[in-house]
C-alpha cells in the first residue's frame, strides 16, 4: 500500500445548523444551501493551498503543508460562514500524519476531530502544536483559552482560538474542560491539597497530581484495580478538577451520600471531599484519598 508520512497542519470543519435549516426551508431549499456551504469551504482551502482530503456528512477534512496557509484558510471560514444560518465547528492542528488511500491516519487527525467537536458553532479551536509551528509573527493572531483534557490522553493540552473570534460564545464543558475568556476577571487563587496515607501533595493554578498505580505518579496507589496512570488533579482559572483516564474508574464524593461514579471524563471538584480510585468509598478495601481547596 503506497503511504506518505508528513509533518502538516490538518483542518477540519463540521458545518452546523443544517437540522433547523431542514425544518425551516424544506429538504431540497436547505440541502442546496448545506451543498453551497461545504462547496465554499472547499473553495477557501483550494484557494490557501490546501488539499480537500474528503468530507463525510456535514464536514470537510483538509490538509496543509503551510501552518500559516492553514490559518488564513480557518479565518477565511470562519469570517464567510457569520454571514449566512449555517456555521461550523473548526479544528486546527499540527502534526504527523500519515497519507494512504486518499485518507489521513494518526492520531493528529484524532485530536483535530476532538478539537472541532469541543468547539462552539462559529469557534476555532487550535492546538498548542500548530500554535508552536507558526512564525511569531502570526501567533499574533491567536489568543490562549485554556487547558483542555482529552479522551485517552493523561496530559493536558494548551488550546488556542482566533484573537479576533469575538462573536463565538466561550466553550465551557464541564465533564470534558473548561474554557475561560481570559478577558475577564482574573480567577481566583486556590490551592489543592490532596492525601493518601503518608503521601501529602499540593497544587495551584497550572500545576498537576497525578495519581496511580505507577511509580512515576506524585501519589501511588498500589492496587490492582488502580490503573498505572489512573487520573490527574489539577487546577486552572480557578478551578480544581479530576481528570480521569483510567479503565476502572473513580468514585468521587464531594458531600454526605453525594458519591458519583466516573470514567475517562473530567470532573470539576469543590470544597473537600473524597476520591476513590476503582472502588466504592464504602468497601473495606477502597483505597480513599481526600481532597481540600483553599482559596487565597
Request: charged share 25%; hydrophobic share 40%.
Amino acid at each position: 500500500m503506497d503511504q506518505e508520512r508528513l509533518l502538516a497542519a490538518v483542518l477540519l470543519a463540521d458545518v452546523v445548523g443544517s437540522t433547523p435549516l431542514y425544518e425551516r426551508i424544506g429538504d431540497d431549499a436547505a440541502l442546496q444551501q448545506v451543498s453551497d456551504c461545504l462547496d465554499a469551504i472547499r473553495e477557501i482551502v483550494a484557494r490557501h493551498g490546501g488539499d480537500f482530503i474528503y468530507s463525510k456528512g456535514d464536514d470537510v477534512l483538509s490538509l496543509f503543508e503551510r501552518p500559516e496557509a492553514a490559518l488564513g484558510a480557518v479565518c477565511q471560514i470562519s469570517s464567510q460562514l457569520t454571514k449566512g444560518p449555517l456555521s461550523a465547528r473548526i479544528g486546527l492542528h499540527f502534526g504527523a500524519v500519515i497519507r494512504a488511500r486518499g485518507a489521513l491516519f494518526g492520531d493528529v487527525v484524532n485530536v483535530t476531530a476532538r478539537l472541532s467537536a469541543t468547539a462552539n458553532p462559529g469557534e476555532v479551536l487550535i492546538s498548542q502544536s500548530f500554535f508552536e509551528a507558526l512564525s511569531s509573527g502570526s501567533r499574533d493572531a491567536l489568543r490562549l483559552l485554556d487547558k483542555m483534557a482529552f479522551k485517552g490522553k493523561q496530559e493536558l493540552f494548551d488550546v488556542y482560538t482566533l484573537g479576533s473570534d469575538d462573536a463565538a460564545p466561550n466553550t465551557h464543558i464541564a465533564s470534558q474542560g473548561t474554557f475561560v475568556d481570559r478577558r475577564s476577571a482574573p480567577p481566583p487563587r486556590v490551592n489543592l491539597v490532596i492525601r493518601y496515607e503518608d503521601q501529602l501533595r499540593s497544587c495551584r493554578n497550572n500545576e498537576f497530581v497525578t495519581i496511580g498505580r505507577s511509580p512515576e505518579c506524585n501519589i501511588v496507589v498500589q492496587r490492582p484495580w488502580v490503573s498505572r496512570h489512573h487520573a490527574t488533579f489539577t487546577i486552572s482559572n480557578g478551578k480544581a478538577r479530576l481528570v480521569e483516564r483510567s479503565s476502572s474508574g473513580t468514585f468521587v464524593s464531594m458531600g454526605p451520600g453525594d458519591e458519583v461514579f466516573v470514567r475517562r471524563e473530567d470532573i470539576v471538584l469543590f470544597g473537600s471531599g473524597v476520591i476513590s480510585p476503582g472502588r466504592r468509598s464504602s468497601l473495606g478495601d477502597a483505597q480513599i484519598l481526600h481532597y481540600e481547596i483553599i482559596s487565597g
